[in-house]
């Protein structure tokens, strides 16, 4: 396996993981409130969002020239 195969895979681990975690904090919320868990879901949202983008930057890379 070639380093940014095993790169890409931890990234979408890591995607997976926010887009949980931003899931279950928002679930959360709602059933009891509080600006923090808001706060928290819409963070790790963002983060999730932020790796994605990342992500697709990574198309190119380990292709042969």
């Known amino acids: 396996m070639r380093l940014i195969t095993a790169h890409r895979i931890l ?3 890591a995607i997976a993981f926010f887009a949980f975690y931003a899931l279950l904090l928002l679930r959360k919320y709602l059933d009891a409130g509080g600006a923090a868990l808001g706060a928290q879901s819409a963070v790790s949202a963002l ?6 983008a ?3 930057t990574l198309k190119g890379w380990g292709r042969r020239l």
């Open 11 to 13: 990234i979408l681990a």
């Open 47 to 52: 983060v999730a969002v932020g790796l994605v």
């Open 54 to 56: 990342y992500y697709r």
